[in-house]
């Protein structure tokens, strides 16, 4: 289904009521604003059309790389959230295939934002957590065990796999693993190839 995109440009029909640029860029009013009084309508109907094309563009950049609505409710906060998920997909998607180490922890956090595919090394049992900056898309950790090996990995809530049975890492030391995820922006399905050599 399409998304819903509230915010629409004004005034771009053909023969549009709108001033030309050349005259818009040479108005009084483009300094000081408008006054009170008769204010021709072209040179309204430019000005809106200045910001509404440009809201409208932005909203449809969110929408098409998001795969999301864009709504017109008063929730700055939101626009602004989705425009920063948006931009940072496009630059996580241009960023390539570059391996990202992540620290271990207890708990084993990552952030999209810095790239789709990554790393780490268990040297204790451990909980992945969902990614910050999640959206949808497809990404990776390579999963190694460390020189003693047998430490196991948990799953955050969010993550799905075949059967409600979460992989299981190799446990010999050193053994390399690939957790290869498929997300919808909310949920992650994960598979597992496991003892790489």
């Known amino acids: 289904m399409a998304s819903q995109i509230d915010f629409k440009a004004f005034s771009i029909g053909s023969g549009a009521n709108v001033m030309t640029q050349a005259a818009y860029e040479a108005l009084a ?39 999301a609505d864009v709504l017109d409710n008063g929730d700055l906060a939101a626009l602004v959230g989705q425009l920063d998920a948006a931009i940072r997909a496009v630059v996580r998607q241009a960023s390539g295939s570059a391996i990202v180490p992540l620290t271990f922890g207890s708990t084993i956090n990552w952030d999209l934002a810095n790239g789709s595919i990554f790393s780490v090394t268990m040297a204790n049992n451990a909980t992945l957590a969902v990614p910050a900056n ?20 948990d799953f955050a809530a969010n993550f799905r796999s075949s ?8 446990t010999a030391p050193n053994a390399v693993d690939l957790l290869s995820f498929v997300s919808d922006g909310t949920h992650l399905d994960v598979s597992i190839q496991r003892s790489l050599s």
């Not at 509404?52 to 795969?67: G, P």
């Not at 999640?134 to 990995?153: E, F, K, N, P, R």
Request: proline share 4%; no cysteine; net charge neutral.
């Open 29 to 67: 009013a483009l300094g000081v604003g408008y006054s009170s009084g008769t204010a021709p309508s072209n040179a309204f109907n430019k000005t809106f059309r200045q910001s509404s094309v440009m809201a409208a563009a932005l909203a449809t950049y969110i929408s098409n790389t998001l795969d």
């Open 134 to 153: 999640l959206a949808a898309g497809a990404y990776a950790i390579y999963v190694a065990q460390d020189s003693t090996g047998s430490h196991t990995l």
């Open 163 to 170: 059967l409600g049975i979460p992989p299981i890492l190799s």
